[in-house]
C-alpha cells in the first residue's frame, strides 16, 4: 500500500511538475509570441508609412511635371503671339516704307516734268528769237517822226523862263526854307527816333491797339506775303512764262516785315487761242512765310483773255517738301498782248533772294536812313 502511495504521489508531483513547466512555458512562448507580434505591428506600421510617403512625394513630382507642362505650353503659345506681332509689324514697315518711296519716286517725277517743260519752254522761245533774227523782222520805231532835240530845247526855254518868274524865285525861297527846317529836323532825329524815343513809344502803343483791331483781318497764318513784278508768256498747246519782281511779308505774330526780290518760271499745258503777253502781276498768299511761298515748286493754275489789253488770273498752290505746310495764292496779271483766250495749268521753280527783315519798330528808322541819304 504504502508503494502505491509512494507510486502516486510521485506521479501526483510530478504532474504537478509538469503542469507547473507547462504553464511555464506557455507563458514564456505567448510573452515571445507576444513581442514578436508588437514588433511585426511596429515595422508594419513603419513601412506602411514610408510607402505612403514616397506615394505622397510621387504625387506631387507628377503634379509638379503636369504644372510645368502647361506653363511651357503656355510659355510656347506667348512666343508666338509675339512672333505674330513682330512680323505684322515687320509687314506694316515694308508697306509704310514701299508707300514712301512711291511718294518719293512721284514728287522726283513731278520735278522732273516741271524742270523738262520749263527747258522746253525756255527753248522754244529761243527758236522763236532765232526764227525772227532769222527773217531780218524789226520792231516799228516809234521814235522816227518825233523832233527829240527841239523839244529838248523848248523844255529848257520854259525852265528858265519859269525860274525867272515870281513862282521860280517863290518855290527857290521856300526850297531855301525848306533846307533850314531839314537840318533842324536832323537835329532831332534823337529825340524823336533813337532808342526808346518818343516816335518808338508812341509807335508801340499804336501798333498794339491796331494789332488788337485787325485781328478780324489777320488769317490764323498770322499775315501775308505780296509778291510783284513783270513777267513775259508765250503758249500756243505747250506754254512757259518767267517773271521777276520784289516781295513784301507782313508777319502780324512776330511783329516783323520782310522784303526783298524774287524770281520764276512755269511750264504746261494749254488750251485756247495761242499768244504772246507781257505785263505786271500781283500775287497775294494766305501767310506771312515768304520762305515757303517763294522758294521751291509750285502748281499754277488759270487763264487769260485779251486782245491788245490783257487780264490773267492764277491760283497759286505751292509743292514743298513731305511735312511742310501748303501755302495758297491768288495772282492777277495786267498787261498786253496778242488776241488770246485760254486756261492752262503749269508746274514752276522759284527763289526769293536779297531779304531784309525789320521789326515794326525799326520801320521809321530804316525809312529815315534811306530817305535822309
Do not use: C
Not at 335 to 359: D, I, M, R, S, W
Amino acid at each position: 500500500m504504502d508503494a502505491e502511495q509512494t507510486r502516486l504521489n510521485a506521479m501526483r508531483a510530478s504532474e504537478a511538475v509538469s503542469q507547473q513547466a507547462s504553464k511555464a512555458v506557455n507563458a514564456k512562448l505567448d510573452a515571445q509570441l507576444a513581442n514578436a507580434s508588437n514588433t511585426a505591428m511596429a515595422n508594419v506600421a513603419a513601412e506602411s508609412q514610408a510607402q505612403t510617403e514616397r506615394m505622397l512625394q510621387a504625387l506631387a513630382y507628377n503634379r509638379a511635371l503636369d504644372l510645368n507642362e502647361v506653363e511651357a505650353a503656355q510659355s510656347a503659345n506667348r512666343t508666338d503671339q509675339t512672333l505674330a506681332r513682330i512680323e505684322a509689324v515687320n509687314a506694316q514697315s515694308t508697306a509704310l516704307h514701299a508707300q514712301a518711296n512711291g511718294m518719293q519716286q512721284h514728287f522726283n517725277a513731278r520735278v522732273e516734268y516741271g524742270q523738262q517743260s520749263a527747258a522746253d519752254a525756255l527753248q522754244r522761245g529761243l527758236n522763236r528769237g532765232a526764227y525772227a533774227a532769222s527773217k531780218n523782222y524789226q520792231s516799228p520805231d516809234l521814235m522816227a517822226d518825233v523832233d527829240v532835240e527841239g523839244y529838248i530845247n523848248f523844255r529848257q526855254e520854259q525852265r528858265d523862263a519859269y525860274e525867272q518868274s515870281w513862282v521860280g524865285k517863290t518855290k527857290s525861297a521856300v526850297s531855301d526854307f525848306s533846307a533850314t527846317i531839314s537840318d533842324m529836323v536832323g537835329s532831332s532825329y534823337d529825340f524823336y527816333f533813337g532808342d526808346n524815343g518818343a516816335f518808338e513809344k508812341a509807335f508801340d502803343v499804336t501798333t498794339n491797339a491796331l494789332n488788337k483791331w485787325a485781328q478780324g483781318f489777320i488769317p490764323e497764318s498770322g499775315g501775308y506775303t505780296f509778291a510783284y513784278g513783270g513777267a513775259v508768256a508765250g503758249d500756243a498747246g505747250l506754254s512757259g512764262s518767267a517773271a521777276k519782281g520784289g516781295y513784301l511779308s507782313i508777319d502780324i505774330n512776330r511783329g516783323e516785315l520782310s522784303f526783298g526780290d524774287y524770281w520764276s518760271s512755269q511750264a504746261g499745258s494749254t488750251v485756247g487761242i495761242p499768244g504772246v503777253d507781257a505785263g505786271i502781276e500781283l500775287t497775294v498768299f494766305n501767310s506771312p512765310d515768304f520762305t515757303g511761298a517763294l522758294d521751291g515748286m509750285f502748281n499754277a493754275t488759270g487763264g487769260q483773255a485779251g486782245a491788245g489789253a490783257s487780264f490773267a488770273y492764277e491760283k497759286i498752290t505751292t509743292m514743298p517738301s513731305p511735312g511742310s505746310t501748303i501755302i495758297h495764292g491768288s495772282q492777277i496779271t495786267i498787261g498786253v498782248t496778242t488776241p488770246t483766250a485760254e486756261v492752262h495749268t503749269q508746274f514752276g521753280y522759284g527763289e526769293y533772294y536779297n531779304n531784309t527783315t525789320l521789326k515794326f519798330a525799326e520801320v521809321p528808322q530804316y525809312l529815315w536812313e534811306r530817305l535822309s541819304k
